[in-house]
């Protein structure tokens, strides 16, 4: 049982490092299904042409379920999307991270992507994708987010009414804030990841079937509530997803507002969000691990005359755990535990071709010299999980504009990345016990991302 | 053809409205907020391309609901309106005051010299 539990706590660690934080590789979206649906060049809906990061517009055309069109032809709501990259550590690392790659220097495609994204009735869009990871060397079931929505007439305003259906807690958000589509918006799989974040910005991320009602009145106020439930072992297995997260107890309850203006030149977002979830790793009944998050965002953007934008995005999640099963299964003697996350990003558009992004990023945790132990790479020495650092980002995105070449069935974004640490797991040198510094963490990408 | 003949005089009418109002306002600043206010949903490009709102490529005295292939609401396709400096500048002041059952979500742009400028803009786009 111990063993078992251990087990499934290391994959939880593990699995955290991988799919959320740094190898997460969110997965990008300027999708040109979209912009044929629209007659739309990808400028209108996303800051420098290229996806994930939304103007308001886009941020319409998502809360507005995806089906907005400019007429009732029928097209295929299909796209593709191919992510490739070269991946620099300062250090060597122990181990290479998967059986298909190095330790330092790998180049992977990292993603392939299709999608059914787009309309699919009147007042019914999607967004699914399905990824084949070449590290992996396998396919499975990705981000998934359907949603039906109707515009009603309230106190003479506009009321935008919205059922949603997902399978990962903020992948549905319409802001570039918080989770699923935050800064980073592509980041290498290869690098070591650290030991633990918010659960809410990834914790349950393909685990889960989540269903929520939203509204967005007047273009300024928008709510969503929502909850979710565990998908089966079996399921996961079929959808090829690993389960990692374990079964949730219940449904976890998801809920969001936020405050927009949009002056056209510029806009702004305010908000909260929050969520709660009883977790049975290893899915067996008896105590849980629980997790409460809260969170509260801005972002501002400086759109101007739609070919220069200057945006800023800004989160900060505070999270409180209770961990009776860690502590029943002897992973821990510290039932109560806090965890802060904080992450900002700024970027500048020059002609929406031209982008340079900074960004920083900080977890901070409790110290558990149980649960985060030494271990080549991966561990900590201190028993902290705290981690810190910045990434900086340099693309070129030379189509998705109206009259560009392929517009609108093709689009491409090339880049470098470099994530830069001043602590990792808890200390800036010998962080694992095994002499590895924070900075031997520090990445440079070089990225190819191509959507069609 | 016939329908030609008909419209002919509305669409001279309507230019050369729409050109005089040109020389009085500043053309070139109505680009700038038309690329701010109108240019996510609408194409101003000569090949003439529709977005959520139709392709606005020589609207000048162009009947509204005119455009091959865009899906107007019933109530622009009844509006019989003829887009001058008069329409274009009541259209543009609040979308819904003048057709309240339209699709077009713009709220409307208040201030009339914006307004003169962006119509001048569109007058140079023929």
């Known amino acids: 049982m111990r063993i078992l539990s251990a087990f499934s706590q290391r994959l939880w660690q593990i699995a955290f490092a991988a799919v959320c934080l740094l190898g997460g ?44 069109s400019k007429d009732d032809a029928f097209r295929a709501p299909l796209s593709g999307m191919l992510v490739a990259n070269w991946t620099h550590t300062k250090k060597d690392q122990a181990e290479a991270l998967s059986g298909h790659d190095g330790t330092n220097n790998n180049v992977a495609l990292q993603e392939a992507s299709v999608f059914v994204a787009g309309k699919i009735a009147p007042h019914l869009g999607s967004f699914i994708q399905t990824t084949y990871s070449e590290i992996d060397r396998a396919t499975a079931f990705d981000h998934a987010d359907v949603r039906y929505t109707r515009t009603l007439q309230a106190a003479g305003k506009d009321l935008i009414l919205g059922l949603d259906v997902n399978n990962n807690p903020t992948v549905q ?22 030991l633990t974040g918010a659960f809410l910005t990834g914790g349950l991320e393909h685990q889960v079937l989540g269903t929520s009602v939203y ?3 007047d273009d300024h106020f928008y709510a969503e509530l929502g909850g979710y439930r565990s998908l089966k072992a079996g399921t996961l297995k079929t959808l090829g997803i690993e389960d990692e997260a374990g079964r949730l107890s219940g449904t976890a309850p998801y809920w969001r507002l936020a405050y927009t203006r949009d002056w056209n030149r510029q806009s702004v977002s305010l908000g909260v969000i929050g969520m709660n979830a009883s977790i049975h790793p290893g899915r067996e009944n008896g105590p849980t691990n629980h997790y409460h998050d809260i969170g509260i965002d801005a972002s501002y953007q400086y759109l101007g005359d739609r070919k220069n934008v200057f945006s800023v995005n800004i989160a900060q999640i505070w999270e409180r755990q209770t961990l009776d099963y860690a ?14 996350q904080f992450n900002a990003d700024v970027s500048w558009y020059h002609n929406n071709s031209y982008g340079l992004t900074a960004g920083i990023f900080r977890v901070s945790g409790t110290r558990d010299e149980m649960l985060f132990t030494p271990e080549p790479d991966a561990g900590s020495r201190t028993g902290s999980p705290n981690t810190s650092g910045y990434i900086l980002q340099a693309d070129w995105t030379p189509f998705g504009k109206e009259s560009s070449w392929a517009a609108p069935w093709a689009n491409l974004r090339l880049g470098v990345q470099y994530t830069g640490y001043s602590k990792f797991n808890g200390a800036k040198t010998d962080y694992d016990g095994s002499g590895r ?10 990225f190819s991302w191509l959507s069609f | ?43 101003v490009a ?35 309106i003829i887009w001058n400096g008069a329409s274009l500048n009541a259209y543009l002041a609040n979308p819904k005051a003048v057709l309240p059952t339209g699709i077009m979500k713009f709220k409307g ?7 003169a400028d962006v119509i001048a803009y569109l007058a140079t786009l023929r």
């Open chain 1, 25 to 68: 590789a969110m997965p990008a979206h300027a999708l040109p299904s979209y912009a044929r649906q629209t007659g739309e060049p990808c400028t209108s809906c996303h800051v420098g042409a290229f996806g994930p990061q939304l103007t308001p517009h886009g941020r319409a055309f998502k809360i507005g379920g995806y089906s907005d």
């Open chain 1, 327 to 340: 502590v029943f299964a002897e992973e821990t003697d510290k039932a109560h535990q806090k965890l802060r």
């Open chain 1, 173 to 194: 958000d319409p802001f570039n804030t918080v989770g699923a589509w935050s800064f980073p918006y592509t980041a290498s799989d290869l690098t070591p990841g650290h």
């Open chain 1, 215 to 217: 509204a967005y009145f």
């Open chain 2, 46 to 80: 000569a090949k003439v391309a529709n977005r959520k709102g139709p392709s606005l490529y020589r609207i000048a005295g162009r009947k509204a609901g005119t455009i091959a292939g865009f899906k107007y609401s019933p109530a622009m396709l009844a509006s019989n």
């Open chain 2, 109 to 115: 742009m208040p201030k009339a010299d914006e307004r």
């Open chain 1, 437 to 446: 510094n924070a900075s031997d963490n520090n990445t440079l990408m070089l």
């Open chain 2, 1 to 43: 053809m016939k329908t030609f003949f008909a419209l002919a005089p509305a669409v001279l009418a309507g230019a050369l409205l729409l050109s005089t109002q040109a020389n009085a306002a500043d053309a070139e600043n109505g680009a700038d907020l038309f690329d701010a206010y109108c240019s996510d949903c609408h194409s």
